[in-house]
């Protein structure tokens, strides 16, 4: 394989025009501003996302107290601060929507692979930088639109995220319409976003590595982010295209989704799930990628089983084409087909395993050192693994005839997405914190967030499991009218305070992040003795990223090498044995 | 807090609690090796001075065992649980004898129509009871789902019987009460502001009780 | 950088409403003088027996159901000793013009024993209509015009208020709630004032009108529409009488 196609030439022109305020960190080029841009814009939809777990939690926890500052809400919303069974439907609608789409998915995409493609693989920026910064800008502008959706007549989108028609359809079964008409643009505006974000990775990563980075010298997290590019690529147009047909049933009289005139209800879920099931191997794959960097640094080893690893991304992906119809096993799709989709889900769960087990046998005799990223790894896989095994469970057709759509799915959900993404998130943060910024996190702090984060996190979402086996349904206003679910209400209150606890503890990464950047321990090159490229230039990188195009020598993961004294061997370092690739050719 | 299901009072909780426990103990031991795993390693291998780390770059042994002791452990639940699944909901799996009901279904309510004393759905002594199914214990019965707005879900907690109805799909649902008694059906399908309180109650009658209820069901009738 | 994102954006929020149809505050114009004082009272007359009204199963809200001593009838057709009640009457023709000022008290429905009471109501367009709520428990109240916005609210508690404003005419709006399939009301929003809705001894009168002859129209949910003229004198009054079924 050829090492690289075209390498740009170092950036060194830039320096002769000092940009403007704007031009430099607003309308930036600059594939390291735009990461950081992404990040703010995140952290800020991540804050939202939270604020409405706890408006969901207040309610299940103590449907007849007025929710604090409640009376600041307007009557149609929450009257006297008790909410209304729509706004309710809104806010679990609205939650998952903005976490799913303008948090975790910008912050696992957009951030860092945005970040960490050019760093990583010796690339001075991006293949297309501009495309780069439209990609920003046009992901915000959708998440304005999407928070204008909260003060049109008739409410916010109350469909769920999953949008089902003829819920989502037609104003009528939920008195929203503006509010769905908006939530559906803005997910077709994201999406292009999203797309060329997509394009930039993909052809980045195919023609921008530096010569001696071959493919199988990429780093896991590349490899993660650049697989996931694919997904995306492949994925989104189906959600846009579902959305648009859902918009122009609303807005034009088609009736793609309307059963009276020729339309199929379940058409909606076929399309959504086609689309939404990668979407969750999105949301999951850049975190594996970024914490099997982490723990080989931390536990000073190589990691155990890169080429499987890779291979077990690439199944993931590509098995993740042929499993969404676990989403709609009771859906009165063909039961055959819960069948067939029964057994590909059981086999997709083989190479998640496979992954687990390789960071497992990465930490096995290792040495261990448990910086505040290396904490949160592996908190990541031990959450993970619970997440995975719960959806062993679901895989089961006939036991998901008694969970599906209960809090067992909940959990299930909320142990990948928070235990896992969000986790590998605070890891990756932590991790990169000194490169982006040049100062370095708080250590202390950082670990007291862990453990209080882990110990609440696990306090709150636990139990859900034990909720869903008892028989409690999603979405549900207020479970005390089902005599069957009334001795959960101490359960549900007990969840609600650990979620409260949990949310409140975040105010320690929070402060973290905003006072180590004015205050925090200057960092060097590399803080974290690691081997990537990104860890050879300044922290932070200068515009351009390296001053002369970097050479690589060996894989990403050579800690504790024979060849060398420390216990960690960078990959543009070269040895007396090292031969220079470019005497290879392509 | 428990991992033990409800109490089951129809035919399929025997066969879909009995996978679930199966699935319990098998990632219930998946779950302590890999959780007790990363403890005695978080701990025997944190750093200490002078030590170091082994340069150990993966073992294909390692990758074939657990690569194929999963593939074949969930292959295998998979085929156990595909039986069970073709018994409750395949379309040819509806017992001939089953009681046919209809239940519209909108929002925010059940309405059951019961064949009444002819014993035929669709004629002119059906009658309807709104948010009431009435049924005998250890008879298989029929449900046919028929939903008039958005996507509902017909869900029987203690019966393990869970199948949305869908607006222009028809949608059959069976299942056979074991033991007489009230029991609650919830909708497990947003489908709007009322969704959760879309509650309705089963009862299942001895097979008397029942021809009693029916009876006197048709004599009120009679007098409206 | 991020505080000052959520500090601005927490304001933004809350500052504005979510808005609805118009929450509190009618046209909010000062009653001024009726054009006139000329009035016309009327009888809306059942010939025939009446039709039975269906039986509601009220078995499965206990909360409802106690508070209907006889078996709760669905009250679509309601006939006492041949008078028939819930008629919308209005004028329709022979008025001066507008605009007309539109009063500050609202228009009121409740929903009482899972019923809307009353079952028919008039409205001026841009008035307010105060809906009530009086059971314990869930009622929404879904109205699908054809010539206003649909909405479909809750309120799930007694002593919840909802405030609705229509934009435009129409006869009639139609109410519905979907917790109670057979709770329906109709709403009768007119660009005037000169309507009323027949009592249950089917009696009616609409005031406050100038000398003139006038034609008036009356509706009921099933039975149709029937229209009438009428001529008054200033300050004097005249009968009219509609007679449905037969």
């Given amino acids: 394989m050829a090492t690289s196609a075209v390498s740009l030439e170092p950036a060194a022109h830039v320096e002769a025009h000092e940009l403007s305020f704007l031009r430099k960190y607003i309308f930036s080029t600059d594939h390291k501003i735009i990461g950081i841009q992404f990040l703010l814009m995140s952290f800020v939809f991540l804050l939202f996302g939270g ?44 939650h998952g929507t903005i976490m799913v789409f303008f948090a975790i998915m910008p912050l696992l995409v957009g951030v860092f692979g945005n970040y960490l493609i050019p760093l990583k693989l010796g690339a001075p920026d991006m293949a297309f930088p501009r495309l780069n910064m439209a990609s920003f800008w046009i992901a915000f502008s959708a998440g304005i639109l999407m928070m204008a959706g909260f003060f049109v007549e008739g409410g916010h989108a109350a469909a769920g995220w999953t949008a089902y028609a003829p819920l989502s359809a037609d104003p009528e079964w939920t008195g929203v319409s503006g509010g769905q008409q908006i939530w559906l643009l803005s997910i077709a505006i994201l999406g292009l976003a999203s797309i060329m974000g997509a394009l930039n990775y993909i052809t980045t990563v195919v023609n921008l590595r530096a010569p001696g980075m071959t493919w199988f010298r990429m780093p896991l997290s590349i490899w993660a982010l650049f697989v996931t590019a694919i997904l995306v690529l492949l994925a989104i147009p189906i959600l846009s295209g579902a959305a648009i047909m859902l918009f122009f049933d609303q807005t034009i009289g088609t009736h793609f989704f309307d059963w009276t005139d020729g339309g199929q209800v379940i058409l909606w879920q076929h399309l959504f799930w086609y689309f939404g099931h990668p979407e969750v191997y ?46 709609m096993f009771q859906s009165g799709m063909n039961p055959t087909l819960g069948m067939t989709f029964m057994i590909s889900t059981m086999i997709i769960a083989v190479p998640s395993a496979i992954k687990v087990f390789n960071w497992m046998g990465t930490m096995w005799r290792g040495n261990i050192r448990f910086h505040v990223p290396m904490l949160h790894s592996v908190g990541f896989v031990a959450m993970f693994v619970i997440g995975g095994l719960s959806g062993i469970f679901m895989a089961s057709t006939p036991v998901d005839i008694y969970i599906h759509d209960t809090y067992f799915i909940v959990a299930h959900i909320h142990y990948v997405l928070f235990g896992g993404s969000l986790f590998a998130i605070f890891a990756a943060v ?118 002369k195009v970097p050479t690589v020598y060996r894989g990403p993961y050579e800690y504790s090498s024979p060849l060398v004294e420390e216990d960690f061997l960078m990959q543009t370092r070269k040895l007396a044995s090292d031969v220079d690739p470019a005497a290879a050719g392509p | 807090m428990s991992w033990i299901l409800p109490p089951g009072a129809s035919t399929f909780a025997g066969d879909i609690d009995f996978l679930y426990y199966v699935i319990l103990v098998i990632t219930g031991i998946a779950f302590v090796v890999v959780e007790v795993g990363l403890l005695v390693f978080a701990i025997k291998y944190r750093a200490r001075p002078g030590r170091k780390a082994q340069y150990i770059e993966g073992s294909i042994k390692a990758e074939i065992i657990w690569t194929a002791v999963p593939a074949v452990t969930l292959v295998i639940i998979g085929l156990m649980s595909g039986g069970v699944w073709n018994h409750i909901k395949g379309r040819n799996s509806i017992p001939p004898n089953a009681i046919p009901y209809e239940v519209h279904v909108k929002q925010f309510e059940w309405n059951f129509t019961y064949r009444g004393p002819d014993g035929q759905l669709g004629t002119s002594d059906d009658f309807i009871v709104r948010n009431q199914l009435h049924i005998p214990v250890n008879r298989p019965v029929e449900l046919q789902l028929i939903a008039e707005d958005v996507i509902h879900s017909f869900f029987v907690p203690a019966f393990r019987v869970k199948q949305d109805a869908v607006p222009g799909m028809d949608i059959r649902v069976w299942f056979e009460a074991t033991k007489v008694g009230e029991y609650e059906i919830a909708c497990a399908e947003l489908c709007g502001l009322g969704h959760y309180r879309m509650r309705a109650r089963v009862f299942v009658h001895s097979a008397e009780d029942y021809q009693q209820w029916l009876s006197d069901r048709a004599a009120a009738a009679d007098e409206e | 950088m991020r505080r000052f994102w959520v500090t601005s954006c927490l304001f933004a929020f809350l500052g504005c409403g979510g808005g609805d149809g118009g929450s509190g505050g009618g046209g909010g114009a000062a009653e001024t003088a009726p054009l006139g004082n000329a009035s016309i009272s009327g009888m809306v007359m059942f010939l025939g027996d009446a039709p039975a009204n269906p039986a509601i199963d009220m078995s499965e809200e206990p909360e409802c159901a106690a508070k209907h001593t006889d078996g709760p009838t669905n009250p679509i057709v309601s006939v006492t000793d041949g008078h028939l009640a819930n008629v919308f009457v209005r004028v329709v023709g022979g008025l001066p013009g507008g605009p007309y000022p539109v009063p500050s008290e609202p228009a009121t429905i409740d929903q009482n024993g899972c019923l809307y009471v009353p079952r028919v109501v008039g409205v001026m367009v841009g008035q307010t209509l105060a809906i009530t709520n009086s059971d314990p428990l869930l009622h929404n109240i879904k109205a699908v015009p054809t010539e206003n916005r649909l909405f479909n609210i809750s309120q799930p508690r007694a002593g919840m208020t909802s405030n609705r404003i229509f934009t435009a005419p129409e006869i009639m709006v139609p109410f519905e709630c979907s917790v109670h399939g057979w709770m329906n009301a109709y709403a009768g929003v007119v660009e005037h004032p000169y309507f009323a809705v027949s009592g249950a001894d089917g009696s009616f009168t609409i005031s406050g009108l100038p000398a003139g002859t006038y034609q008036v129209e009356a509706w009921h949910e099933t039975l149709g529409t029937q229209s009438g003229d009428v001529t008054v004198e200033a300050d004097g009054s005249a009968t009219l009488t509609f007679t449905f079924g037969g």
Wanted: charged share 10%.
């Fill in chain 1, 51 to 94: 604020l409405m777990a706890m408006m969901i939690r207040w309610q299940l926890g103590f449907p007849e107290r007025p929710l604090p500052a409640g009376q600041l809400l307007p009557e149609t919303m929450a009257p006297g601060g008790i909410l209304l069974p729509e706004f309710y439907n809104s806010l679990v609608t609205m």
């Fill in chain 1, 282 to 327: 999105i949301l999951i794959l850049p975190a594996m990628g970024m914490v099997s960097d982490i723990i080989a640094n931390g536990s000073r080893k190589p990691v155990f089983g890169y080429h499987s690893m890779v291979f077990a991304l690439i199944s993931i992906a590509f098995l993740g084409w042929v499993v969404w119809g676990h989403h």
């Fill in chain 1, 430 to 547: 932590t991790y990169w914190y000194p490169k982006m910024f040049g100062r370095m996190m708080n250590s202390t702090v950082g670990k007291v967030h862990f453990w209080l984060t882990f110990l609440f996190y696990n306090m709150t979402f636990f139990p859900m499991h034990d909720l869903g086996i008892a028989g409690h349904m999603r979405r549900i206003y207020d479970p005390s009218q089902y005599e069957f679910l009334q001795p959960l209400a101490p359960l549900n209150r007990f969840i609600t305070v650990s979620a409260l606890l949990l949310f409140t503890v975040q105010i320690l990464f929070a402060a973290n992040f905003i006072m180590s950047w004015f205050k925090g321990k200057k960092a060097g090159e590399n803080p974290w003795e690691a081997n990537g490229l990104e860890w050879t230039v300044a922290s932070p990188p200068p515009h351009g990223n390296f001053a």
